[in-house]
C-alpha cells in the first residue's frame, strides 16, 4: 500500500517536471523578448514597462547560464508560485481555484455517473451472456467507444439542448450546465467498464471459488453477496485506473467543446493565446488531479483484493 | 435492430464476422482516402459562394459548404489526411516502440531500467495533455500534433513488446533451443515474432484510431489543424452553425470519422481466450 | 470435530451418463459403506468424474443421468434441483481438486470456514466463529484463520477444505484428484488425512488417477476405462491380480511393480560436479554435493521439490552457475553434445511451429540427413502424421519421444531428464522410460535424471543422489 502511494507521489513530481521543463523551453523559444515576457509572467502586466523589463533581466538574473533559471523555475513551480497570466493579468493560482472547482465538479460527476451506468448495463448483460441485453449492450459499446469524445458532446447537445430544450447547451452554476459535460463523459467511461463488468461476472460466475460456494450448501443469495460481488469488482475498479486517462482528456476536451469554465477549457485557451503561466498551471493541475484519481483507484483495489495489500 | 446483427457477441465464428466487416469497411474507407483526392477533380479549397450549402445530388455530388467548397473532395482530402496521419504517426511509434522492446527483453539490465524509466516518463500524464503541451510550441501546425502523438503511442508498443517477449524468452523451448544450437536470429523468427506479430497488429489498429480521434478532437478545439485545411474535425465544427439548414452536411464528416474508428476498432478485436 | 451425519449406504446401480452423442458413462454400480472407502482410478477421460458429479448432482446441464444412486435410500437422480442443492454441504460435501483455486482469493480462512455455521447450519455469528476455529484446529490450521488463501501452501489449503468439510458435518466426503498439483511428498500425508475422515464415520468417495493413492486408501478400487467400470473389488485384490486386460497394463506401468534394470555404465566420466553449492537469497539449496555422470549410466537425482534438483541439473549443463563448486566436462566434446529434457513436454517445443518444421530447421542447422529422423521415427513408434501438428495437438508421451529424438540428433553424450516423466500417465511413462534406456544401453549416453519418484529411480538408475530439503 506504501509502495503505490511512493509510486503516484513520484508520479506527482515527473509530471511538475515534464510540464514545467516543457514551459521554461516553452518562454524561451517563443518569438519576441523573453525578458518582457517572463516579467509579465511573474509580476503581472504592470511590470510591462520596458525601463522595467531591463531591470526584471538582471533581477532575475537571465543573465545567468540557463540551467540555473531552470532550476529556478523549478523550484517557483514546486512552491506553488504559478506567476500571472499574460492575457488578464491575474495570478494564475487565482484563476486556478475558480476553474479546479467546476472541473472537479464535473469529473466527480462523470465518475459517478458512469459507475451508476457502466456496471448496471454490464450486470444486465453477464446474467445472460449472449442474451438481448448482452447483444445490445455491445453494440452500444462498440458504437459509444467509435466516438470521440467531442462528437458524442456535440451530439448530445443537439438533442437536449436544441431539439428537445431540456438542458442549456453551455455555461456553468447548476446541475442543469453539469449535466451535458458529464453526460458525455459518463457516456464513454460507461462505454468500456460495462464490458468490463460483464466479463467480471462472466469470469466470476465461472470461477471454482464461486461453485466451491455453492457445494458447501450456502443459499444463492450469499454465495452472491459473500463471493460474487467483492471479487467481480476488483477487475471493474482496476480497470477505472486506465479510464482516469480517458477521463482526464474527457475533461478537456468536453469542456473546451461545451464551453464549461474548468481548467481544461482554460488550457486549450492559454495554449490558442500562448499564455504559457496559464498553460504550465493548468496543465499542471489537469495532471495532478490524473494523479489524484490513479492514487483513488490504487486505493480502492488495495482495499477489496487483499492480494494487493501483501506488499 | 441492424446494429444488432452487424455487432453480434461472443461466440467464435459471429465474432469473426465482425472482423471481416471491419477489415472491409476498413478497405473501403482506404480506397476512399487513396483514390478518392485523386479520381475527383474538384479542389477542396476551391470556394463558389454562389453555391453556400448546395444540396446533396445537385451540381455537387455531396453538395458544398457555408463556402461553396465541395464536400465530397473535401471529404475525400479529410479521409486522406485522417488516414495518412494515422497511419504515419502509428509507424512513427510502432517501429520504435517494437524495437526498444524486444530489446528490452533480450538484454534486460540497466537498458531495460532506462526504457522502463522513459516509458513511466510519458505515462506519467494523459497522452492527450502531452500533445497539448508540445501543440503549445506552434497551435495548428502538422509537426508537433505528429511528434506528440508519437511520443504517447510507442509505449503502448514498447510494453506490449517488452513483455510478451520477456515471458517468451523465460519459457523451456527458448533454453531449449539455445541448448539446441539455434542462435538469436532464429529463435527471434520462429519463437518471438509469431507470438507478438497478432498483438502488435491488434496495437497497431488501435493506435490508428486513437490518433485519428485525437487528431480530429484537436482540430474541432482549434489547436490541432487549422481551417482551411480540409480536416474532418474543423469541418464539423465549421459547419456546425448551419446544421439547421444543412444538417447532412454536418453529418456526414462526422460519420466519415466515425466509420473509420469502427472499422479499425473492429479489426482490431481478437478472440478472447 | 462435528460429528457427521451418519450415512449407512450410498449404492449406484447401472448408473449411464449420456452426452447427445451417446452414453458416455455405462452401467456402472458400486456400493460404500462405512469404514471402507471406494476409490475410482483411471485417465482423464475415462469418466470416472462424471461419475461423482452425477452423485454430487453437479453434472453439466447438456449431460443426463440414468440408473439409480441411493444415499441411505433416497434417490439422488430422481430428487429436483433443489433437493440435490439441500444436500450440499449437510449430507455430501464434495473437496474440491486444487483446493487453492477453490477458496475464494478475496476472503480469510477463518470466515470462509465460519459461514458454513453461520448460514448452512443456522449458528449466531459469534458461536459460528468459534465453531470454525474448531474446525481449523482438528486439521492443524488453529493459527491459519486470518491468512487469505494466497498466504497458505498447497497442502494447508487442502486442509481448510476438509475443516469447511467438517463444518458442514455431512457424512459423505467426494474427493476429487485430491494429489492434483501437489508435491509428491505431501500425498502422504493428504492421504492419512483421509483414511482419518474414514475412521470418524464418513463415507469416502475418491477420484484419482493416481494408483498410489488407491494403493495408500486400500478399502474398494474401482478402474474405469471409456466410461465403463472395467474392474472392481477389494483394493489388495484389484491392485495385485488385475483381472481386465487395461488394468494389468495399467498396474504393470507402476514403477514399484518393474522389475530392477539399470544400465551399466560403459565408458569415462563424461561430467562430473565437485562441491557444488547454490543459495537463493538466504534460502540455501544444498552445499558440498559431488556428482558424477559416466557414459552410459543413469544417474538419479532424488528429493523433495525446493530441494534443488532440478537446479543442480541446470549447473551442469552450465545454464545456471554455482555458488561454489566447479563441473568438469570433458573438452573435447562440443556443448551441443549436452542436451536436456524438460518436465512439462508442451511447454518445450514452440507452441506455433509445426514438429516437422523445428526438425527440419535442426537437420539443416546440424548438417544431418532427414533418413536420420525418419529412422528414429520408426524406433521410436512415432507415427508420420504426427509430424504435421503443433506441440499442443500431440499427446505428451509422444512429445517427449520426439524431444529424445531432437536430442540424438546431436549424438548427444549427455542428457539432463529433469522430472520428464512426471506429468506424464504410467503407461506413456513406461514408453519413455523403456526408450531412455534402450538409447543408454545402444549409444553410451550419460543420463541425469532428476526425479520426486523413488521407487522410479530405484528402478532405472545405476546411482541415486539424495537431496533434502532444507528450511532456513
Known amino acids: ?311 | 435492430m441492424s446494429i444488432e446483427t452487424a455487432f453480434p457477441s461472443a461466440d467464435r465464428p459471429r465474432r469473426l464476422s465482425a472482423r471481416t466487416i471491419g477489415a472491409a469497411l476498413l478497405l473501403a474507407l482506404a480506397a476512399f482516402a487513396i483514390l478518392g483526392p485523386w479520381l475527383i477533380e474538384a479542389d477542396p479549397a476551391r470556394q463558389d459562394l454562389g453555391a453556400s450549402l448546395a444540396p446533396i445530388g445537385g451540381a455537387y455530388l455531396l453538395g458544398a459548404d457555408h463556402y461553396g467548397r465541395s464536400l465530397l473532395a473535401r471529404l475525400a482530402h479529410g479521409a486522406r489526411l485522417s488516414f495518412g496521419m494515422a497511419f504515419l504517426t502509428m509507424m512513427t511509434a510502432a517501429l520504435p516502440g517494437i524495437f526498444f522492446g524486444l530489446v528490452a527483453a533480450w538484454r534486460g539490465g540497466w537498458i531495460e531500467r532506462m526504457f522502463e524509466l522513459l516509458a513511466n516518463i510519458v505515462l506519467a500524464l494523459p497522452g492527450l495533455m502531452l500533445v497539448l503541451l508540445l501543440l503549445a510550441f506552434a497551435p495548428g501546425n502538422f509537426g508537433p500534433l505528429y511528434l506528440g502523438l508519437a511520443l504517447t503511442l510507442w509505449v503502448e508498443f514498447y510494453r506490449v513488446t517488452r513483455a510478451t517477449t520477456a515471458t517468451i524468452l523465460k519459457q523451456p523451448h527458448i533454453e531449449a533451443a539455445k541448448l539446441l544450437g539455434f542462435g538469436p536470429g532464429y529463435i527471434l523468427r520462429n519463437h518471438v515474432v509469431p507470438v507478438i506479430a497478432p498483438l502488435i497488429a491488434t496495437l497497431a489498429a488501435f493506435a490508428m484510431a486513437t490518433a485519428i480521434i485525437a487528431i480530429s478532437t484537436l482540430s474541432a478545439i482549434s489547436v490541432g489543424l487549422q481551417p482551411p485545411t480540409p480536416e474532418l474535425g474543423s469541418m464539423i465544427v465549421e459547419l456546425l452553425p448551419y446544421y439547421a439548414e444543412a444538417p447532412v452536411h454536418v453529418l456526414l464528416p462526422a460519420v466519415l470519422i466515425f466509420l473509420l474508428v469502427l472499422a479499425l476498432q473492429l479489426v482490431a478485436q481478437r478472440e478472447t481466450r | 470435530m462435528n460429528a457427521p451425519t451418519r450415512i449407512h449406504d450410498l449404492s449406484i446401480a447401472d448408473l449411464s451418463v449420456h452426452s447427445r452423442a451417446g452414453p458416455i458413462v455405462r452401467d456402472v454400480s458400486l456400493s460404500l459403506q462405512p469404514g471402507r472407502p471406494l476409490t475410482l482410478l483411471g485417465e482423464s477421460g475415462s469418466g470416472k468424474s462424471l461419475v461423482a458429479q452425477a452423485v454430487m448432482g453437479t453434472l453439466p446441464p447438456e449431460l443426463t443421468a440414468s440408473g439409480a444412486i441411493r444415499l441411505d435410500g433416497a434417490d439422488l437422480i430422481a430428487s429436483t434441483p433443489d433437493e440435490r442443492r439441500k444436500r450440499w454441504g449437510r449430507a455430501i460435501s464434495l473437496l474440491p481438486q486444487e483446493p487453492w483455486l477453490a477458496l475464494d482469493p478475496t476472503m480469510r480462512i477463518g470466515p470462509q470456514v465460519a459461514e458454513v455455521h453461520r448460514f448452512v447450519r443456522r449458528q449466531a455469528a459469534q458461536r459460528s466463529e468459534t465453531l470454525a476455529h474448531e474446525n481449523l484446529r482438528d486439521v492443524g490450521l488453529d493459527h491459519a484463520s486470518a491468512l487469505y488463501p494466497f498466504q497458505m501452501s498447497g497442502g494447508m489449503c487442502q486442509r481448510a477444505a476438509i475443516a469447511i468439510a467438517h463444518a458442514g458435518g455431512s457424512g459423505l466426503l467426494i474427493v476429487d484428484e485430491p494429489t492434483k498439483g501437489l508435491d509428491a511428498d505431501l500425498r502422504d500425508s493428504v492421504v492419512a488425512r483421509l483414511i482419518e475422515e474414514v475412521d470418524a464415520g464418513r463415507l469416502l468417495l475418491t477420484i484419482t488417477h493416481d494408483i498410489g493413492v488407491a494403493r495408500a486408501l486400500g478399502g474398494t478400487v474401482g478402474i474405469m476405462l471409456e466410461g465403463r467400470l472395467v474392474d472392481h473389488g477389494p483394493a489388495e485384490q484389484v491392485l495385485m491380480a488385475p483381472s481386465h486386460p487395461y488394468s494389468q497394463a495399467l498396474l504393470s506401468a507402476d514403477p514399484r511393480s518393474w522389475v530392477r534394470s539399470a544400465p551399466v555404465p560403459s565408458g569415462d566420466v563424461m561430467l562430473a560436479g565437485r562441491g557444488l553449492a547454490k543459495a537463493f537469497g538466504d534460502h540455501t539449496l544444498f552445499e558440498d554435493v559431488d556428482v558424477e555422470v559416466r557414459a552410459g549410466e543413469i544417474v538419479s537425482i532424488v528429493g523433495p521439490s525446493g530441494c534443488g534438483k532440478t537446479t543442480l541439473g541446470n549447473i551442469l549443463l552450465g545454464l545456471v552457475e554455482p555458488d561454489a563448486g566447479t563441473v568438469e566436462r570433458r573438452k573435447d566434446i562440443s556443448l551441443l553434445r549436452f542436451q536436456k529434457l524438460y518436465q512439462d513436454p508442451p511447454a518445450a517445443f514452440p507452441p506455433h511451429q509445426a514438429i516437422r518444421k523445428g526438425l527440419r530447421d535442426l537437420v539443416k542447422l546440424h548438417r544431418r540427413r532427414w533418413d536420420e529422423v525418419e529412422t528414429l521415427l520408426a524406433r521410436f513408434q512415432l507415427q508420420n502424421a504426427l509430424l504435421d501438428r503443433l506441440p499442443g495437438q500431440i499427446s505428451g508421451g509422444e512429445l517427449q519421444r520426439f524431444a529424445i529424438l531432437r536430442a540424438l540428433l546431436l549424438d548427444p553424450v549427455f542428457l539432463f531428464a529433469d522430472e520428464a516423466t512426471s506429468r506424464l500417465d504410467p503407461v506413456s511413462q513406461k514408453e519413455v522410460v523403456d526408450v531412455l534406456l534402450e538409447v543408454a544401453r545402444d549409444t553410451g549416453l550419460g543420463v541425469l535424471l532428476v526425479t520426486h519418484d523413488r521407487a522410479l529411480a530405484e528402478k532405472i538408475s545405476t546411482r541415486t543422489v539424495m537431496l533434502a530439503r532444507r528450511d532456513t
Not at chain 1, 458512469?114 to 453494440?139: E, H, K, Q, T, Y
Not at chain 1, 476488483?234 to 482516469?244: C, F, K, R, T
Not at chain 1, 478537456?252 to 492559454?270: C, D, F, K, Q, R
Request: hydrophobic fraction near 55%; glycine fraction near 10%.
Open chain 1, 1 to 311: 500500500m506504501r509502495r503505490f502511494l511512493l509510486a503516484r507521489l513520484v508520479q506527482a513530481g515527473v509530471v511538475a517536471v515534464v510540464v514545467g521543463t516543457l514551459c521554461f523551453v516553452l518562454m524561451r523559444v517563443l518569438p519576441g523578448d523573453a525578458a518582457m515576457r517572463i516579467a509579465a509572467g511573474r509580476y503581472g502586466p504592470d511590470a510591462m514597462i520596458a525601463g522595467a523589463a531591463e531591470k526584471v533581466r538582471q533581477e532575475l538574473g537571465l543573465d545567468q547560464p540557463w540551467p540555473v533559471q531552470f532550476l529556478e523555475w523549478l523550484a517557483n513551480l514546486v512552491r506553488f508560485d504559478l506567476g500571472h497570466s499574460l492575457v488578464t493579468g491575474a495570478p494564475v493560482i487565482e484563476e486556478l481555484k475558480v476553474q479546479l472547482g467546476a472541473s472537479l465538479w464535473l469529473a466527480a460527476a462523470a465518475l459517478l455517473l458512469s459507475l451508476l451506468i457502466g456496471p448496471a448495463i454490464g450486470i444486465v448483460s453477464g446474467l445472460r451472456p449472449n442474451g438481448w441485453a448482452d447483444r445490445l449492450g455491445l453494440a452500444g459499446s462498440v458504437t459509444l467507444r467509435a466516438l470521440p469524445p467531442f462528437m458524442l458532446g456535440l451530439i448530445l447537445m443537439l438533442v437536449f439542448a436544441i431539439w428537445l430544450g431540456w438542458l442549456p447547451p453551455a455555461g456553468f452554476g447548476s446541475w442543469r450546465e453539469l449535466a451535458l459535460p458529464s453526460l458525455t463523459l459518463a457516456l464513454g467511461l460507461a462505454a468500456v467498464s460495462s464490458r468490463v463488468t460483464r466479463e467480471a461476472i462472466a469470469t466470476v460466475a465461472k470461477a471454482p471459488y464461486f461453485a466451491f460456494a455453492r457445494h458447501k450448501g450456502l443459499p444463492e443469495a450469499a454465495v452472491v453477496r459473500r463471493h460474487g460481488l467483492r471479487n467481480a469488482a476488483i477487475p471493474v475498479v482496476s480497470y477505472l485506473g486506465l479510464q482516469a486517462i480517458y477521463l482526464v482528456e474527457g475533461v478537456v476536451v468536453v469542456e473546451s467543446i461545451l464551453a464549461y469554465p474548468g481548467i481544461g477549457h482554460a488550457l486549450v485557451h492559454a495554449i490558442v493565446e500562448r499564455d504559457i503561466p496559464m498553460v504550465q498551471g493548468t496543465a499542471l493541475a489537469m495532471g495532478l488531479i490524473f494523479v489524484a484519481v490513479t492514487a483513488g483507484v490504487d486505493a480502492a483495489s488495495a482495499w477489496l483484493d487483499p492480494r494487493l495489500r501483501r506488499a
